[in-house]
Nanobody
Framework: QVQLVESGGGWVQPGGSLRLSCAASGFPFSNYALNWYRQAPGKERELVAGITSGVSSRANYADSVKGRFTISRDNVKNTVYLQMNSLKPEDTAVYYC?????????????WGQGTQVTVSS
């Protein structure tokens, strides 16, 4: 059974840090690109960071988080992380883990349930 479970969210003051984790099971994790999305109240869901499935594990980031957030993956633990530093109130959102793979006949696209991140003073 495919499962993506986020954890690590919570409340922090501006300037603080959090590390989000997403534990995956039920699919070949190492073959999937991994993404973190977030959605704030009244706003569209946006891509925060992504990391490729290849040996290079290339990462990309939204301009709004570049230099503050780091995405990483552990293919042994089947877990993807999002290290968030220098957090700002505008980072407040529900953060979602996403796993994607492209195949010949279909694409595979899985989502976690989300974890709340609140940045306020």
């Amino acid at each position: 059974q495919v499962q993506l479970v986020e954890s690590g969210g919570g409340w922090v003051q501006p300037g603080g840090s959090l590390r989000l984790s997403c534990a995956a099971s039920g699919f070949p994790f190492s073959n999937y690109a991994l993404n973190w999305y977030r959605q704030a109240p009244g706003k569209e869901r946006e891509l925060v960071a992504g990391i490729t499935s290849g040996v290079s594990s290339r990462a990309n980031y939204a301009d709004s988080v570049k230099g503050r957030f780091t995405i990483s993956r552990d293919n042994v633990k089947n877990t993807v992380y999002l290290q968030m530093n220098s957090l700002k109130p505008e980072d407040t959102a529900v953060y979602y883990c996403n796993a994607v793979a492209r195949a010949l006949v279909r694409n595979y696209d899985y989502w976690g349930q989300g974890t709340q991140v609140t940045v306020s003073s």
